[in-house]
């Protein structure tokens, strides 16, 4: 396969799963928010296509479920009522893309609400908590990498083109931010901000201080490249002919960045996420009820929710498939921007 | 001499032997087993040890300063008090007096002490360690918590000796609550103490890591060994004051081990593996995961407590150095109309089956269904509803607007959105559902409500020192069924007066009037004439809604199949209430272990 190949189809996974979270308003049954007293850590249910009297469907159906008598979170399947499941249905409001208000879901039951991962506490649907919390999580992780590679990307360039006391300044500035023990400065921001702060400004202040801590390593690879680029031929040739810093820059030196940077995003992407995760799981992310999938991960700090509802997990396990794509295409647009290298180390390591 | 006289000699005989023959025998040395204590229940053999969690190393063992619960719980099994409150019963029993009398006009109280008495050092105990014990909670430099209750009627106590066995206390006015006043009021050694106190060093006493020799009690266990951080090893008084109906000496266990466990899951897990012994205050979930494996233990549903869990707003009179944002927030909370249309749409039911799994019960008041005798059986407990909390709004002249999404939302009479944000604790998961579910049931009003999980003490330096905040959700438990032990939460002078704390003065005239009740059913002499005045103020709480009751907890609680003699309360010490009678069952499976 091609390498140019092998970075489309990564390419391809993660723009499948990103246009779900994205869409998450169509794909999910129902608001994320909503309450469903009745069914609290309600198991997912199965879809089936043969019901009790062994009759094939072609619709696949669920059971609902009844309460145990006697316990409130032990369920059992009703075989009396199967329900199928529709398709395309008008639902709960919602917004696609943000702005394009909207009813259709993806699928739907007719009466009764159907969930096909769970609930949680609350009988919140988890698929829809699921979807909905990526969109929070991802879009941190793509805004932070995108401020965080901004921000290292100039303070590279400018600490490895100017060289000098500049480049030391910046460069022990950058070390300082690397050593600094950023959970718990972040603990003290906290404690001075307003106590209540609304989801958007929760998730802003995520965003800023993921970029924050962020910077200095893709800063001191840009730096590298910078150094390396200033001082080939035709830079200098250029310079001699008086082009100026402005144009230098531009023109020659931060382009040879570019497959560092690219390489950079698809490694910190993934890795912000998880900061997101990390931080909403300790409380600091986006407040109740807005989900996020730290937010939800972080029911399982109760040990009771632990061992008795499996269907929890799932948060842990959606990344799956998004960190495989970012990975993916971090690998392949290494081995596209460093084809040489790869393939000696490759020797290297059979030697 | 003739029939009649010797009839008469000998009646005289009988006569003196009647009256000198106690004595006599008291004077032997089998006179303690005469004044001792005897307890029904199970009749075991001494020997054993019994492990259980503390959520946290206690600060001290010394009553005088003991603040934190963790402290007082050990307390309690190493001091003991003159007269007792039966956890099970919730009524008083003698305790290091062996009885008392009241005078008919309710001011003095006799109690006479049991003989032999003494201290877990060896010491003997008698009135003089009574009185020397109130003075020094009397004492103002001693900043001891119990002077409070101490003070009736504006006057502190006054406590004189007749004898060595025989004691007055004195007030100024009848005290309601009776003989309930003395539990919990640990009798100090004297002996020891006397020096420190003198030299105003009392507060220094008591802590830890002292040598054992330097501390002693007169309750069930003293202190044998402490390790920071990981646990606390009490072992046998041989020196208590109590007996099983057989005459065998309490308590039966040789050791009590108190494990450090600051965390509930953590506790649960310990207990689960069988590293301790018996577990009390389990959250429903994790009951409900005990009692799914029980496995060589037994968790119980002891049935309602006492404790209640409540949302109030800040109504304190915050002045020129609050923000103006709380000024205009405070205008809605201060709005009677307000508060009863938040008390309307929430959904208690939900509560107690989402948060409690059914064991808990919804609340109206802050006397809980656990509370035998005090509930106001006139009180509503007028179920959910939204349309009765949208008129209440309405006629408040909060008005609703319609967002793009359909969402409404509700807007004060200057046309602002009502927004406001609940604290709650963040180590308490049943509080957190519980804004969670209040968030919900506010959203349905159109008011947009945010949730802020902050640390216990953080949260608490708010609500009473600082005082920014907007609402919170708190929960507390008496200690007592008295309503005497909720006093600083009626009383606009208290500290637990949550939403307006430690007022110089009422701030609102039914404030006032809760204070005069209050203070009137503390003096008053029947249960009658304080139940009747008790109701009236559990009405008042419940139509001026400064306090919106939300739920109660059910008392959950378990042991291992081994522990015998276990019978939780709903009072506190739940399960260490009869630590003394508590023994280890010899059966195989001990015999492994």
């Known amino acids: ?351 | 001499m003739s029939v009649c006289h010797r009839i008469l000699f000998r009646s005289f005989l009988i006569f003196s032997a009647l009256i000198f023959h106690p004595a006599f025998v008291h004077s032997q040395q089998n006179d303690a087993k005469e004044e001792l204590l005897v307890l029904p229940g199970e009749i075991s053999r001494s020997g054993g040890r019994l492990v259980v969690s503390l959520r946290g190393e206690p600060k001290t063992l010394n009553p005088i300063i003991a603040a934190d619960a963790r402290s007082r719980e050990v307390i309690g099994v190493m001091q003991a008090d003159l007269v007792h409150i039966n956890r099970a019963t919730q009524l008083t029993e003698p305790a290091l007096a062996k009885s008392w009398k009241v005078s008919l006009d309710g001011l003095t109280y006799t109690l006479v002490l049991r003989k032999g008495l003494k201290f877990s050092d060896g010491e003997t105990m008698d009135a003089e360690d009574v009185l020397f014990s109130f003075r020094v909670y009397l004492d103002e430099n001693t900043h001891a918590p119990q002077r409070d209750l101490l003070i009736v009627g504006g006057k502190p106590i006054a406590v004189r000796k007749i004898d060595a066995q025989t004691v007055v206390f004195q007030m100024a006015k009848p005290y309601g609550a009776g003989e309930r006043l003395f539990d919990g009021l640990a009798i100090l050694p004297r002996h020891l103490l006397q020096k420190p106190f003198q030299e105003g060093k009392l507060g220094q006493i008591g802590s830890l890591s002292a040598a054992a020799n330097q501390w002693a009690g007169l309750g069930p266990f003293r202190l044998k060994e402490y390790v920071a951080g990981q646990r606390l090893v009490l072992e046998r008084n041989p020196y208590y004051w109590k007996s099983d109906s057989k005459g065998n000496s309490l308590p039966y266990l040789d050791e009590l081990v108190f494990l450090f466990v600051p965390n509930a899951d953590a506790q649960v897990l310990k207990f689960q593996a069988g590293e301790t012994d018996m577990i009390s205050q389990l959250g429903a979930e994790n009951f409900s995961v005990l009692s799914r494996q029980q496995n060589g233990y037994t968790v119980t549903d002891v049935g309602p407590g006492l404790e209640y869990n409540f949302l109030f707003f800040n109504l304190n009179d915050v002045g020129e150095k609050a923000s103006a944002e709380l000024q205009r927030k405070q205008k809605w909370f201060r709005d009677i109309k307000f508060r009863q249309a938040v008390s309307a749409a929430a959904d208690r039911e939900a509560i107690v089956r989402l948060v409690y799994q059914g064991r808990g019960a919804a609340i109206w008041g802050l006397v809980t269904p656990g509370n035998k005798s005090w509930g106001d059986a006139n009180l509503a407990h007028p179920p959910r509803s939204r349309d009765r909390a949208r008129t209440l709004l309405k006629e408040a002249g909060f008005s609703w607007a319609t967002g793009p999404n359909g969402e409404s939302t509700l807007l004060d009479q200057d046309g602002k959105p009502v927004e406001f944000s609940i604290l709650t604790s963040s180590s308490n998961a049943d509080r957190a559902k519980m804004a969670a579910l209040l968030q919900d049931d506010l959203k349905q009003l159109g008011m947009r409500v945010q949730v802020v999980p902050l640390e216990f003490r953080s949260l608490l330096d708010r609500v009473t020192q600082t005082k920014e905040y907007d609402a919170c959700i708190m929960g507390i438990a008496s200690f007592d069924a008295d309503p005497n032990s909720d006093i600083n939460v009626w009383l606009s002078s208290g500290g637990t007066h949550l939403w307006n704390p430690s007022q110089p003065h009422p701030s609102t005239p039914w404030e006032a009037e809760i204070d005069r009740l209050i203070e009137e059913q503390m003096s008053a002499r029947t249960f009658e004439q304080r139940k009747k005045l008790y109701d009236r103020a559990q009405e008042i709480l419940a139509e001026y809604q400064p306090m919106i009751f939300l739920a109660s907890p059910d008392i959950l609680a378990g042991a291992k199949d081994s522990v015998g003699n276990f019978h939780p309360a709903v009072l506190e010490p739940y399960v260490l209430w009869n630590v003394e009678q508590l023994y280890r069952k010899s059966g195989p499976e001990n015999a492994t272990r």
């Open chain 1, 1 to 351: 396969m091609s390498r140019r190949r092998k970075v489309a189809i990564w390419l391809l996974v993660l723009g499948a799963l990103h246009g779900i979270v994205v869409c998450a308003g169509f794909f999910a049954p129902y608001d994320p928010v909503e309450q469903d007293r009745k069914s609290p850590y309600l198991p997912p249910m199965r879809l089936h296509f043969v019901d009790a009297q062994k009759h094939l469907h072609l619709r696949p159906f669920v059971y609902l479920f009844q309460l145990r008598p006697g316990t409130f979170d032990q369920y059992l399947e009703d075989t009396a009522q199967p329900r199928p499941l529709k398709f395309f249905v008008p639902g709960d409001r919602y917004r696609l893309l943000g702005f394009l208000p909207a009813r259709l879901h993806l699928f739907g039951a007719d009466t009764e609400r159907i969930y096909l991962v769970g609930t949680d506490a609350f009988g919140r649907d988890q698929l829809s908590r699921l979807l909905f919390g990526g969109q929070v999580s991802l879009l941190a992780g793509l805004l932070g990498a995108g401020f965080t590679l901004l921000i290292g990307w100039c303070i590279g360039a400018a600490a490895g083109y100017y060289g000098g006391w500049r480049d030391d300044l910046l460069m022990r500035v950058a070390e300082l931010f690397l050593a600094l023990p950023w959970l718990y400065l972040l603990f003290a921001i906290r404690a001075f901000l307003p106590l209540a702060v609304n989801p958007l400004q929760a998730f802003f202040l995520i965003v800023t201080v993921i970029a924050a801590v962020g910077w200095a390593r893709p800063a001191r690879l840009v730096r590298g490249v910078v150094l390396s680029a200033k001082e080939r031929d035709f830079v200098r040739a250029a310079r001699g002919f008086g082009a100026s810093d402005l144009y230098l820059l531009r023109r020659h030196i931060l382009p040879e960045t570019s497959s560092v940077l690219l390489t950079q995003a698809a490694i910190l992407i993934p890795q912000f996420v998880l900061a997101e995760m990390t931080l909403s799981f300790l409380g600091l992310g986006v407040p109740e009820p807005v989900p996020s999938w730290g937010n939800l991960l972080s029911n399982l700090q109760q040990y009771s929710v632990l061992v008795s509802y499996w269907w929890m997990y799932l948060p842990a396990l959606i990344m799956v498939p998004f960190f495989l794509g970012y990975l993916g295409l971090a690998s392949a647009l290494q081995e596209r921007a460093e084809p040489y290298k790869i393939q000696r180390r490759s020797l290297e390591s059979l030697a």
